[in-house]
């Protein structure tokens, strides 16, 4: 045990409830806490504090319940359910587990009070993407073009998310799907929509014809003009695909997606 964690396991009268792992974002410790199952998390790196900070300031309206935090940790209930809407979305439930992910993307959106002090503003996250652009040429050059339109002209500000996909998204039981691991910007909504349709995995996010069939789920239970929405599309995707290759990761995915949302953009 760390003695990070063995502090928080002290300071906050937590009894483990299993073992530790880690995430890409922190040091996982399942933990009861006044007999409710929580989840511990402490953070390993500085820019996802903000993530904490966000979850705690959402108080359970879209997110999952936190009971306590600080600046380097976290104590939220841990998801009840059993379902998995990666799983449902791969086993014939696709559009199912997009208006899921729209319907939850909303209620974050909702969340109304004056904006945390914390929030990074959305364009400094899409500096991966211009040195692409500039390295590479190419869809990265198209997709930067469709940033730069979006970004200089944003659309329904809101405190976003970050990475609303479909494994972030957890069965929290009787309170439904909620929301863990959020980035903390503020920007325009419809930037939170996009990365699901890089997702769940490969097979299914390249599927023929699903990328504008989801466009139009998502565009009606998001209430975004699906040529905004593709735009966001290409925007993350190719975000997705830079960030990719400069974590030395398989940017597949992202490409193909980035790809055909520019080549609708096209033809719309």
Request: overall charge negative.
């Amino acid at each position: 045990m760390t003695d990070q964690l063995r502090h928080y396991i002290n300071h906050w009268n937590l009894a483990r409830d299993g073992e530790p792992f880690k995430s890409y974002s922190g040091l996982l410790q399942p933990v009861l806490y006044n007999g409710v199952a929580c989840m511990l998390k402490i953070t390993r790196r500085e820019k996802d504090k903000a993530g904490n900070a966000l979850m705690a300031w959402w108080n359970g309206a879209g997110a999952a319940p936190v009971l306590r935090h600080d600046e380097n940790a976290l104590l939220m209930e841990r998801a009840a359910g059993g379902r998995s809407l990666s799983e449902m979305a791969k086993n014939g439930y696709d559009d199912e587990t997009s208006r899921i992910i729209c319907t939850v993307a909303g209620q974050l959106h909702a969340h109304l009070g004056p904006y945390p002090q914390f929030l990074a503003p959305l364009e400094v996250r899409f500096k991966a993407l211009s040195s692409a652009a500039k390295q590479q040429g190419g869809i990265f050059k198209n997709c930067n073009e469709v940033a730069g339109r979006l970004l200089a002209k944003p659309e329904d500000i809101v405190v976003l998310h970050g990475d609303i996909h479909h494994d972030n998204i957890l069965d929290f039981g009787q309170k439904g799907w909620l929301a863990i691991d959020p980035k903390g910007l503020l920007g325009e909504r419809g930037f939170d929509y996009a990365n699901m349709f890089c997702n769940p995995d490969h097979a299914t996010a390249t599927k023929p014809d699903r990328l504008m069939r989801q466009v139009r789920i998502v565009s009606a239970a998001a209430e975004i003009e699906p040529i905004r929405l593709l735009q966001w599309i290409a925007a993350w995707a190719g975000l997705s695909a830079a960030w990719a290759i400069e974590d030395g990761e398989d940017p597949a995915t992202a490409m193909s997606i980035a790809e055909l949302a520019v080549t609708n953009l096209n033809i719309m």
